[in-house]
């Protein structure tokens, strides 16, 4: 049986549970794909299992992450080459000397692409949460984990994940630049950092700068620029009145999902919260360019 493809990394809100809807939401034709939050790319490998995405178009801001992904598609090999020795010596330690491995893996910075990839994903397979954080100077902040048998490597889920990768063309950047490359007919999943529903679940953990109200601006103003280029965007948020009021009134179609979130230190916080997923596959100038 061959190994069905699916995250690399654990990423905060990552989408693993709302793939499948996603992908029965996304429209059954379109040119190219493309992910501008990528994170752990959940949504991706889900479509690449279908073989639906080839020649995809994938981003992020966080540069570390792009260069990870590169390095996997890339050198599959070499960075399990990387990856063994790190994830032997780690487990082979008993639980109170496994620290001071983490931290001095965090402490470390290879200039070898396949070997920069390895500790990134050395880093979230043993530290806390699978968070991924950055201090103001760039530098990786965030502690040790407490997982007893932690998988780090996972070589045939790594060839899988290249496998799919193959193709693809990975950029680090700003969602904006991201759906400027998108035409008509093109189809964009956006999965932004959310707008918190309450003070307690703010959630600012994924790169410097934060995503406030006005970066959700923004990004509603990219998503009706694409809307009136034709190209087919689906885009999950928080259920949350300020993000229904900005999409809002234009003709998007709507619906909440109830969603129960992966990574989130607080016991409470697990219960499923609602979630949007908004499209513009009903506007004309969209369902005109898909036609096409
Ligand atoms: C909710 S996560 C995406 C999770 C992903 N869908 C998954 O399944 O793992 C949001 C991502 O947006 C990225 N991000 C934050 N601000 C950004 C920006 N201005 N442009 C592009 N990406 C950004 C973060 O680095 C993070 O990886």
């Given at each position: ?235 999950s948020?928080?259920d ?17 999902v109830?969603m ?15 979630e949007v ?16």
């Open positions: 049986m061959t190994r069905p493809v699916g995250p690399f990394l654990k990423w905060a809100g990552g989408k693993a549970r709302l793939a499948p809807r996603i992908l029965e939401r996304a429209p059954s034709r379109f040119g190219r794909y493309h992910e501008p939050f990528l994170g752990g790319g959940a949504v991706f490998f889900a479509f690449a299992g279908t073989r639906r995405a080839p020649g995809a178009r994938l981003s992020d801001a966080n540069g570390a992450l792009i260069a990870c992904y590169r390095a996997v598609r890339d050198a599959p090999e070499a960075v399990v080459a990387a990856l063994a020795p790190m994830a032997e010596a780690y487990l082979a330690r008993e639980a109170g000397e496994r620290a001071a491995y983490y931290y001095g893996v965090r402490a470390s910075a290879p200039g070898v692409p396949a070997e920069a990839a390895a500790r990134l994903i050395f880093l979230n397979r043993t530290g806390y949460n699978g968070l991924y954080r950055e201090n103001r100077s760039g530098g990786f902040n965030v502690p040790h984990g407490r997982y007893v048998k932690p998988r780090i490597l996972d070589r045939d889920g790594l060839m899988a994940a290249a496998n799919a990768l193959r193709g693809a063309t990975l950029c680090a950047g700003d969602f904006e630049e991201a759906c400027a490359a998108a035409v008509a007919g093109d189809f964009v999943y956006l999965d932004p950092p959310y707008l918190p529903l309450s003070a307690t679940s703010r959630f600012t953990a994924y790169t410097r700068g934060e995503f406030d109200p006005a970066e959700q601006e923004r990004l509603r103003d990219a998503f009706e620029a694409m809307t009136r280029r034709g190209v087919a965007a689906l885009l948020n928080s949350h009145a300020r993000i229904r009021e900005l999409y809002g009134e234009r003709g998007f179609g709507f619906e909440t109830m129960s979130r992966a990574i989130n230190s607080v016991g409470s916080g697990r219960a499923p919260i609602a997923l908004i499209d513009n596959l009903g506007r004309a100038e969209v369902r005109r360019a898909l036609e096409g």
